[in-house]
Structure formats: structure tokens, C-alpha cells
């Protein structure tokens, strides 16, 4: 095992995903070093240092990982050139920059499924302008093959009148699913090749900004579907030789089976109950994973639910919290706030973990803060 105190560990994207990272470091002692883009971000002031800088330019990013130990990432869309010198000069980047270039692309992503025999939706993969000639395989969701993020870059194309509304760059139509639900499974695995995996949690998405809104953990599914979602999870991080933290979400469609929708080689928005609901948390594991320590212990601690919290539509600005402390009198409620100043319709400003006995007073108590929580301006 390589760990040390003092490790230096930098982190290109300084986001919430970076500020929960660093408060798990700080107990392995950990220099935490930030670049982002935003003077605002944030990780600003909690890290060891924080650089204001591109993650997307090849000279910012060589210059920012030159004196770390460790190299890792909160955001997939990052300068893959840079990385790749970096790794050859010696520093430990994880994920490894293999990885994250096949995961920037959409496209490359159901090629790797296709090839290890991993059950993904039926798709076609087009170039330019080319969604007009595919229509016999609506309805479909247009997926941009590089750039999209959180509900951005997706488009539903149901028939041929849809086609106005098409992306013009290289896409991956994948056939719509008869589905029944959404899951997730985080998966771990270190440098010494031991792997871990969470139990599937299920999701529940805001139906205008294509964002998760409720996380259930565990999942109600059968045993058989836990099996097949745990031994996806696993067989991907295999077949990636992935060092860190990897996020599957999954399709649970009305006949039974388990289809992976898309990966995303990081911390994520569905492990987010692991800081309370779970003996370790995604954020420590991926640490221990790109440390190499031995992987902490993944089983749920009490079911729990996991509330985004999203800016409230039309109101733009420095962000208010309205009902905060009538939540955090609530019995189980664990709220988590990301330092953003300025707030607008949907964009992630926090989230809130109810922990319970049960999974169905858990819901009932994320309901009333759903509806007393608001982030306005």
C-alpha cells in the first residue's frame, strides 16, 4: 500500500463532488490541491491551494499536476492530453487517462459494452446532421457522444416531427427503453485490484431538468436484479482495470432485465446517501481507491433517502435557504449544503440524507423537506 500523510492530491474540478472529497481527506491528513475554472467554486476555500485555471487546457492542467502526488478528477470533461504526459513524468493519475477518454465518449462507451458482452439499450451511432436519416429507429434519446453532463447534451426524439429539434454533432440514438425503473451501482476497485461494490440504490429523476430529485438506498428490486446489477458493476470496473470510484447507472426495464445506461468514473450524484446511510462513504472510498488502502466496508448502516436540492425555478442570485432550520429540527435529517453563492432555476445547491428504521419513514420525512427546503435568491 502507497499511502502517506501528506500526501499532495490534486483534484481538477473544484465542485461539491471535490468539497465532500476534501472533508473526507482531512481525516487521513491529507494536502488537498484544486483547480477550477470558477473564482467562486466550492472547494475555494477549504483546500490546502486552489488555482483558478482551466481543467480543459493542456498547459494549465500540466502545469497544476506537475507537483502532486496523486491526480484525480470530479468531472470527466477534462484535458486527456495533459493527463496522459503526466502519467508517463510519474504522477499516479486515477482514473487512469485511458479511462476517462473512453468514458468522454458516449459513443466508445456502448463499443466497450458491445465488446465485453455488457447489456446495454439497442443504438446507432451517426455523424453530423445525420439524425434525419435514422428516423425508422424512433423513438429514441439523442445523446451527444462528448460534452454532455447532468441532463445536458440529451434530447428525445419519439418520430420524425421531432427531428427540428436534433442535435447537428456526432450522436448515439439509443432506442427507448419500457422502463420500470432507474438504479445505480457505485463500484470501487484500487490499485491493488480488490473491488467493492455498493448496493444498487434506485433514482428518481425531476422530469423537467432530467435530474435526480429522490435516491432510494437499498433499492426495492428482487434478489436476482441485485445480482445482475452488482455483477455488472463489477464486471465493468474489471474490464477497465479502473483505479478509483465508478459510477454505473442502470435501466430496469418492465420485462426483467438489467441494461447499463451510462458510466461516469467518479464520485456521483447516486452514492451521495453513502455519508450517513452507509459504514463508508463513496467519497472516502474513492480516496482509499486512489491511495491504494484497503476498501472500506459497503454495507448500509439504515436505509435512507437522498433529497437534491435544486434552485427553485425563476429566481436567479445569491442563494437563500428557506425552511432550513424547520428541516434540521426533523429527526434523520443530515443536510448538506455546497458553499454556492449565486443560485439558478435547477442547478444542484446541496442535498439532504434521511436516515430511518424504515425505508417507507424515510420517505415520508424526505417528502416534508422536499416541500419546506427551498433555495431561492
Same mark, same amino acid.
Given at each position: 500500500m502507497s499511502y502517506r500523510p501528506k500526501t499532495k492530491l490534486g483534484i481538477l474540478g473544484g465542485g461539491q463532488l471535490g468539497r465532500m472529497l476534501i472533508q473526507e481527506t482531512i481525516?487521513?491528513?491529507?494536502?488537498?490541491? =484544486?483547480?477550477?475554472? &470558477?473564482?467562486?467554486?466550492?472547494?475555494?476555500?477549504?483546500? #490546502? $491551494?486552489?488555482?483558478?485555471? /482551466? %481543467?480543459?487546457?493542456?498547459?494549465t492542467v500540466l502545469a497544476f499536476g506537475k507537483g502532486m502526488d496523486v491526480l484525480t478528477i470530479e468531472i470527466e470533461h477534462v484535458n486527456v492530453d495533459a493527463l496522459e504526459v503526466l502519467e508517463k513524468q510519474g504522477v499516479k493519475v486515477y482514473p487512469q487517462p485511458n479511462v476517462i477518454r473512453l468514458i468522454q465518449d458516449k459513443g466508445a462507451q456502448k463499443e466497450f459494452y458491445d465488446k465485453h458482452g455488457i447489456p446495454t439499450s439497442d443504438y446507432r451511432l451517426i455523424g453530423k446532421n445525420d439524425a434525419e436519416n435514422h428516423s425508422d429507429f424512433f423513438p429514441v434519446f439523442q445523446k451527444l457522444r462528448k460534452g454532455g453532463y447532468d441532463g445536458k447534451g440529451v434530447q428525445s426524439? *419519439?418520430?420524425?416531427?421531432?427531428?427540428?429539434?436534433? %442535435?447537428?454533432?456526432?450522436?448515439?440514438?439509443? *432506442?427507448? !427503453? &419500457?422502463? &420500470?425503473?432507474?438504479l445505480s451501482v457505485i463500484v470501487a476497485r484500487n490499485a491493488a485490484g480488490e473491488i467493492k461494490t455498493f448496493p444498487t440504490v434506485e433514482l428518481e429523476f425531476n422530469p423537467i431538468a432530467n435530474l435526480v430529485e429522490?435516491?432510494? /438506498?437499498?433499492?426495492? !428490486? $428482487?434478489?436476482? !436484479?441485485?445480482?445482475?446489477?452488482?455483477?455488472?458493476?463489477?464486471?465493468?470496473?474489471?474490464?477497465?482495470?479502473? =483505479?478509483?470510484?465508478?459510477? =454505473?447507472?442502470? %435501466?430496469?426495464?418492465?420485462?426483467?432485465?438489467?441494461?447499463?445506461?451510462?458510466?461516469?468514473?467518479?464520485? #456521483?450524484?447516486?452514492? #451521495?446517501? $453513502?455519508?450517513?446511510?452507509n459504514y463508508t462513504s463513496q467519497f472516502m472510498q474513492h480516496v482509499r481507491a486512489i491511495l491504494n488502502i484497503s476498501l472500506g466496508n459497503t454495507e448500509i448502516v439504515k436505509p435512507s433517502v437522498m433529497v437534491n436540492l435544486l434552485g427553485e425555478d425563476g429566481f436567479s442570485g445569491e442563494a437563500q435557504y428557506e425552511g432550513l432550520e424547520d428541516v434540521l429540527a426533523?429527526?434523520? =435529517?443530515?443536510? #448538506?449544503?455546497?458553499?454556492?453563492? %449565486?443560485? *439558478?432555476?435547477?442547478?444542484?445547491?446541496?442535498?439532504?440524507?434521511?436516515?430511518?428504521?424504515?425505508?417507507?419513514?424515510? *420517505?415520508?420525512?424526505?417528502?416534508?423537506?422536499?416541500?419546506?427546503?427551498?433555495v431561492k435568491a
Amino acid at each position: 500500500m502507497s499511502y502517506r500523510p501528506k500526501t499532495k492530491l490534486g483534484i481538477l474540478g473544484g465542485g461539491q463532488l471535490g468539497r465532500m472529497l476534501i472533508q473526507e481527506t482531512i481525516n487521513l491528513d491529507v494536502d488537498v490541491h =484544486v483547480l477550477d475554472p &470558477d473564482p467562486d467554486a466550492p472547494c475555494r476555500d477549504i483546500a #490546502h $491551494s486552489f488555482t483558478n485555471g /482551466s %481543467f480543459n487546457d493542456y498547459e494549465t492542467v500540466l502545469a497544476f499536476g506537475k507537483g502532486m502526488d496523486v491526480l484525480t478528477i470530479e468531472i470527466e470533461h477534462v484535458n486527456v492530453d495533459a493527463l496522459e504526459v503526466l502519467e508517463k513524468q510519474g504522477v499516479k493519475v486515477y482514473p487512469q487517462p485511458n479511462v476517462i477518454r473512453l468514458i468522454q465518449d458516449k459513443g466508445a462507451q456502448k463499443e466497450f459494452y458491445d465488446k465485453h458482452g455488457i447489456p446495454t439499450s439497442d443504438y446507432r451511432l451517426i455523424g453530423k446532421n445525420d439524425a434525419e436519416n435514422h428516423s425508422d429507429f424512433f423513438p429514441v434519446f439523442q445523446k451527444l457522444r462528448k460534452g454532455g453532463y447532468d441532463g445536458k447534451g440529451v434530447q428525445s426524439l *419519439k418520430t420524425a416531427a421531432d427531428l427540428s429539434k436534433a %442535435f447537428s454533432e456526432p450522436s448515439v440514438l439509443e *432506442k427507448a !427503453v &419500457d422502463l &420500470d425503473k432507474e438504479l445505480s451501482v457505485i463500484v470501487a476497485r484500487n490499485a491493488a485490484g480488490e473491488i467493492k461494490t455498493f448496493p444498487t440504490v434506485e433514482l428518481e429523476f425531476n422530469p423537467i431538468a432530467n435530474l435526480v430529485e429522490f435516491l432510494f /438506498s437499498p433499492a426495492n !428490486v $428482487s434478489d436476482e !436484479v441485485e445480482k445482475t446489477s452488482q455483477k455488472i458493476a463489477k464486471t465493468i470496473a474489471e474490464k477497465l482495470q479502473i =483505479v478509483g470510484l465508478l459510477a =454505473v447507472e442502470l %435501466f430496469l426495464d418492465k420485462e426483467g432485465n438489467v441494461l447499463v445506461n451510462e458510466i461516469a468514473p467518479r464520485p #456521483h450524484n447516486s452514492g #451521495h446517501q $453513502s455519508i450517513e446511510g452507509n459504514y463508508t462513504s463513496q467519497f472516502m472510498q474513492h480516496v482509499r481507491a486512489i491511495l491504494n488502502i484497503s476498501l472500506g466496508n459497503t454495507e448500509i448502516v439504515k436505509p435512507s433517502v437522498m433529497v437534491n436540492l435544486l434552485g427553485e425555478d425563476g429566481f436567479s442570485g445569491e442563494a437563500q435557504y428557506e425552511g432550513l432550520e424547520d428541516v434540521l429540527a426533523l429527526k434523520g =435529517v443530515n443536510v #448538506h449544503l455546497y458553499g454556492k453563492r %449565486f443560485t *439558478k432555476p435547477f442547478r444542484k445547491m446541496g442535498h439532504v440524507t434521511v436516515i430511518a428504521e424504515t425505508l417507507e419513514e424515510a *420517505k415520508t420525512t424526505a417528502k416534508k423537506v422536499q416541500q419546506t427546503l427551498k433555495v431561492k435568491a
